[in-house]
């Protein structure tokens, strides 16, 4: 098993300018969760979904929307990157039958906006 | 609101130095408190959950301890390759999706 994969590794975007952070996990989870983390601070949740098509909002999701059109799949949007998006950004999955609670990360995308 | 705090925000020890971190927290029901490893540059790592008070658990030299208001992270006769950052989060019963709150973290530096 892969776990969980995230591309890119890094990134640097002008503001305004738009893009797509990847995110599978091959581990059949049904919960998919996508986080931002600020140097000294802990975890952010931005989005998360429960299921294929299943979506809702975290603490943090202005400036960012989500799609989840399968188990294994859970790409983040962002539109008109703005400086305070610059961030290190983390995708997590939880939960299958028969297994704990606790979440698995990704190895994160350090993205930059200037 | 559910909130996490942990303390130190840092902490410096000699090679087999022991000691303890600690995580607060406040949670209108706990299903689980989540300990994590990371390393610079890299993703959190699971190491432990604990799920009632008085629970404990154990990974080589770090042994996990859970009250009703806290958790602490006690690391015996530590190693360098113990030093990471390590996080602490919440789980709420009354919510779902299994969502986590984290503290701020503890950053661990062991000098040989």
């Known amino acids: 098993n892969a776990g969980v994969t995230q591309t890119p590794k890094f990134r640097i975007l002008k503001i305004g300018q738009s893009m797509t952070l990847q995110c599978t996990q091959d581990m059949n989870h049904n919960y998919m969760y996508w986080y931002r983390q600020d140097p000294g601070m802990g975890l952010k949740l931005i989005y998360y979904?429960?299921?294929?098509?299943?979506?809702d909002k975290g603490e943090v999701p202005n400036g960012y929307n989500v799609s989840r059109s399968t188990t294994e799949d859970f790409p983040l949007r962002l539109e008109l990157a703005a400086p305070s998006q610059t961030s290190v950004y983390f995708c997590a999955s939880s939960y299958s039958l028969g297994s704990g609670y606790e979440q698995y990360f990704g190895p994160g995308t350090r993205l930059t906006v200037t | 609101e559910d909130q996490v705090t942990q303390s130190p925000e840092a902490l410096r020890l000699q090679e087999g130095e022991s000691s303890s971190l600690n995580c607060s927290y406040t949670v209108s029901g706990l299903r689980g408190l989540f300990w994590y490893r990371q390393d610079p540059g890299k993703g959190p790592e699971f190491l432990f959950t604990?799920?009632?008070a008085g629970e404990e658990k154990e990974k080589e030299r770090l042994k996990a301890t859970l009250t009703k208001k806290e958790s602490f992270l006690h690391i015996t006769a530590p190693k360098p390759e113990d030093s990471a950052t390590y996080l602490c989060a919440v789980q709420n019963l009354f919510q779902g999706a299994q969502k986590l709150v984290f503290g701020q973290g503890t950053r661990l530096t062991i000098n040989p």
């Open positions: 604990l799920y009632s």
């Open positions: 979904s429960v299921g294929a098509g299943i979506t």
